[in-house]
């Protein structure tokens, strides 16, 4: 289609020819020749370069909300072009850049840096190439399927897909105050001189309790042993998202970017931590990227969480429950999972604001722990 520019000279045009027509005068005929030429000049340098275009698009195959992400365009084109405008990304999440000369048969590439909007999980959609040509009269565009989209570490995958993390925020110091006694908590067995659990016996060293040489072996040996005891394995802690169907995609999001900085600040620790929920039955993700890709792609299917808890608890970790809807669903025994103290031992409550300060002041989460619709979550 015409430019303001091509318009402009196809107005022109038509009024020369009328001209020329009522004067009878040749040489407006010529300039009026001209501009049609001119005209279709602009529109074959426009169209005719977008005909044999190959495209390839490139990005990582994780990213993280609200934090830019690059993404690497390269064209090749049979009859080279000038000015072109390409448009890449996923729906929500795009770009554009020009790139002012392609060279026929040699590649030109381009960086265009995209901003995820929100969590998930997408593919890249085609790119779009616009051209103007150099006469800028008309403006073509073409929608180009691109290949080897999607790459990890300089390689290629063909699956064109990008998971976007959900974003975190920093854990203040007043959360962590709460958090640190049930992450250590969950720390691994130790061994030790106290009698706890008999772990095995080794040499004796200076410093070692008499009354904990074993004697028989020491008789057998002939060289003093002394017992080794190692303190109990205490389970560590799960983070689990509340996926309870009946929210809605905000409330979800502010929940996920809850967990997920809680999540972050455990490992942070060097916690025993995994990240659990409920979906068909209980899973749960130890490492952090799988369970940043679990979170990325989470979406409320699960029952309330009064209901699964007790199947959750059955891991022996002290849970702690990122809520999105309270005040709602069965509590085993009776009455309902609330902001009022409810929550069983073993359970450290992470309420939603908004649940917060609707809850009767006579008791908020034994935890004092809240978030906010962005997921920053503080100490009550």
Known sequence: MPTREG??????????????????????????????????????????????????????????????????????????GRFFVVEGGWSGAQARALVPHVVPGVRATVDLTVVPTGRGRFLLDTVSVASRGPLGLFAARRKVPSTGRVGVSGQVSASGGVTVWPRTRPVPSGVMAHLIPVLEGGSSGARTRQAEDLHGVRDYRRGDNPAHIHWRSSARRGALVVREFERPVTPGAAIVVDLDRRQSAEQLDAAVRAAASLFQAALDREADVVLAGWEEGAVQHRGREAAM????????????????????????????????????????????????????????????????????????????????????????
């Open 293 to 380: 890709d679990w979170l990325a792609g989470v979406v409320p299917c699960s029952p309330p969480v009064a209901e699964v808890l007790p199947q959750l608890a059955a891991s022996g970790r002290h849970l702690i429950v990122v809520v999105a809807i309270t005040g709602s669903g069965s509590r085993p025994g009776g009455g309902s999972w609330s902001g009022g103290g409810l929550w069983p031992a073993g359970v450290t409550p992470v309420l939603p604001a908004v649940q917060v300060a609707g809850a009767s002041a006579g008791g908020g989460p034994a935890s004092g722990l809240v978030y906010l619709e962005d997921g920053t979550v503080q100490a009550w």
């Open 7 to 80: 318009t402009a000279t196809l107005l022109l045009a038509g009024a020369v020819f009328l001209l020329a027509t009522n004067l009878a005068s040749g040489l407006l005929f010529v300039l009026d020749a001209l501009l049609v030429s001119l005209l279709f000049v602009g529109a074959a340098t426009a169209h005719v370069p977008l005909r044999r275009l190959h495209v390839e698009q490139r990005a990582p195959a994780r990213g993280v909300e609200g934090v830019p992400l690059p993404v690497e365009i390269t064209l090749e084109s049979a009859r080279g």
